[in-house]
Nanobody, 128 residues
């Protein structure tokens, strides 16, 4: 059974940075596609970033709302996924979730229902 544990959330001022981490266990981390989602109060879970495994290389994908500000990366030796968030805005405030799937490159990566494994979430608050 795959287990995911997020860390690194907190309170940050607008324009600041945070780095989230997701420690994975129980699965073949190197061959899983991984992603970050977020959910603000009263809103649906929103896709933030994906790191997909093609069988040869990893591909990072972002929605326009975070492109150029957020960077997803992975450390396979430590079975850890990261999300570096820069130039944070108040609208980035949400609970951030790590998700994983054994699916390869060709799947609906922005759809949260395509990920069978989830962490418990970590709160990110952007406020002055």
């Amino acid at each position: 059974q795959v287990q995911l544990v997020e860390s690194g959330g907190g309170l940050v001022q607008p324009g600041g940075s945070l780095r989230l981490s997701c420690a994975a266990s129980g699965g073949a981390f190197g061959t899983y596609s991984m992603a970050w989602f977020r959910q603000a109060p009263g809103k649906e879970r929103e896709f933030v970033a994906a790191n997909r495994w093609s069988g040869i290389v990893y591909y990072a994908t972002y929605p326009d709302s975070v492109k150029g500000r957020f960077t997803i990366s992975r450390d396979n030796a430590k079975s850890t996924l990261h999300l570096q968030m820069n130039s944070l805005k108040p609208e980035d405030t949400a609970v951030y979730y790590c998700a994983s799937t054994p699916s390869g490159y060709y799947f609906d990566y922005a759809n949260p229902t395509k990920y069978p494994y989830w962490g418990q979430g970590t709160q990110v608050t952007v406020s002055s």
